[in-house]
């Protein structure tokens, strides 16, 4: 089985990385833009990196030559909220540049990506999209662009069904021990996202890897088109 991870070196991809690592038989091959991250993380897990920005088409077909023909499952987890870090800034050219910016870093890595490898799925493989718990929030420009990401994940199901390929959103909660909040979770802010929770606890890069195993096995064949919630209870759905 050969297993395609983007933003692999870290927190939800790297768990990821782990939980197919148990599959004797898996390739894995993680990526990002950090060399030093990702080199750490591949010889921690054993397993293949390659340095990659999934923003930048270029790129992405350099990948591409190094990667095995054959792809079982891609994971299109890079991403994140650009606004982190970015701190208030006024105007509407600042307006227009998050909107694009999170939109680039949550859809186009993954459409861009998906438009280079997703030929190579093999027949009964699967493609899975890391939304959040964001779409449902109104939590403005990443919120809006992870709910497109489960938008443009119904038409991947319809394009691949006839070949037995699935393609899945898995929404995470409030997922702890990764690089997301970029060190700018208050000790209030986090008691806040548990305490929203139905199981009074954080979310776990484990709690999504073991869904992505799952939605790779056969087990899961049947599972396509959809958006599939791991956040404790905070948000439900009928
Ligand atoms: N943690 C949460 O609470 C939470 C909740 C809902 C959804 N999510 C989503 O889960 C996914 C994983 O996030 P995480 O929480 O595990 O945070 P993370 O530790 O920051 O992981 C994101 C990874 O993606 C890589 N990356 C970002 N942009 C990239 C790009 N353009 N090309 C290649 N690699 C890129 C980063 O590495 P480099 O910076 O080195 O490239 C990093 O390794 C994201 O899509 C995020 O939006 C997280």
Redesign the pocket.
Known sequence: MNVLI??????????IAREFRRERDARIII????DA??RAAAEELDIDFAV?????PA?ISALAQTLPGDLDVIV??????IGFGRGTRAGLESVRDEWLDNY???VL?AVLTFAELGPRLTNGGTVIN?????AESGAGS?GSA?AAVSSWTIGLAKSLGQRGITANVI??????D?????GQLTAERERD?ISATQNNRR?S?DD?AALALFLASPGAAHITGQTLHVNGGTFTTR
């Open positions: 983007t933003g692999g070196a870290t927190g939800i991809g790297k768990a990526t990002g833009r950090t991250t990702l990659c920005d999934h923003a930048d790129q299109n987890n890079a991403g994140g909220n680039i870093a949550n890595t890391i939304g959040s718990i964001a990443y992870k929404s995470p909660g409030f997922i702890a990764t690089e997301f909040f970029k996202l979310g890069p999504i």
